[in-house]
């Protein structure tokens, strides 16, 4: 496949940034979208050119790094997926392709494609942990019965992997299904019952200081995100908080 890449160029944050035009040639459908860009960046520094910067890690799905604004989408066109897992079978001979990093204030763009994340540490930080007796008396994790369910809805939040796709997307830069993964990956065990009020307190609060916009409940996160969290982690989110607040 020959095609036309149209790729935001933006030196640090404080450049304002275009998309600039390249050409990409001979591009087997077989390849990732990564390894396309791997192509390009390729051909640049072989003709004395700067390579365009972008995330990326395991390749495998799993770290979320590889995080690009594909043709107006998060991660691209195909659904359940991150961008190292699109394939160039997903697009046409002489497509225009428009690559973009994920756009939010709360996701400053570093270099190109490439922007900083380190607010959702900073989320995590503030709360998504459990508190564990080390000293020798550590309780067994068997020796704690947790329903079916329960497990399978906290593995199912805990899938989140933290690439941002479900912010990127939201009109209002909102991180709430991301946060409410969290929380509910701790709420919904006894574990995490210790801590249940200051986290989901904390979490919140923190996701308000790194000025991530509020909720827009169209659903449009659940739908670009890459492993398909659920809205109703956001539902548990508010009222574990609306609990929390009560009680002071």
């Not at 390849?31 to 791997?38: K, V």
């Not at 770290?63 to 691209?76: K, V």
């Not at 199912?156 to 997307?169: K, L, N, R, S, Y």
Request: aromatic share 6%; net charge negative; hydrophobic share 35%.
């Amino acid at each position: 496949m020959n095609l036309t890449l149209k790729i935001w160029r933006q030196k640090d944050a404080n450049d304002k940034g275009k998309l600039v035009d390249y050409k990409v040639t001979e591009i087997s459908e077989h390849m990732s979208f990564l390894e396309m860009m791997d192509v390009l960046n390729e051909q640049l520094i072989n003709s004395g050119e700067e390579p365009v910067a972008f995330d990326h890690d395991c390749r495998e799905g799993i770290c979320g790094m590889c995080s690009m604004y594909i043709n107006g989408e998060a991660h691209g066109p195909d659904k359940g997926i991150t961008t190292c897992q699109l394939h160039m079978r997903s697009f046409k001979d002489g497509d225009t392709i428009y690559i973009e990093p994920f756009r939010a204030a709360a996701f400053p763009v570093i270099k190109d494609l490439v922007v900083d994340r380190t607010s959702f540490d900073r989320i995590q930080q503030a709360g998504g942990y459990v508190s564990v007796n080390t000293s020798g008396n550590t309780q067994d994790a068997n020796a704690t019965p947790i329903s079916k369910h329960a497990a399978d809805e906290a593995m199912d939040a805990a899938t989140c992997i933290g690439c941002g796709a479900c912010v990127a997307t939201c009109k209002n830069s909102s991180a709430m299904l991301f946060v409410g993964a969290k929380v509910s990956q701790y709420a919904l065990l006894p574990q995490g019952q210790v801590e249940a009020a200051d986290r989901v307190k904390n979490m919140v609060a923190q996701m308000d200081l790194e000025g991530f916009g509020n909720c827009t409940n169209t659903g449009a996160c659940e739908i670009e995100c890459p492993k398909g969290i659920s809205l109703s982690n956001i539902a548990r989110m508010n009222r574990e908080y609306l609990s929390a607040t009560l009680k002071g």
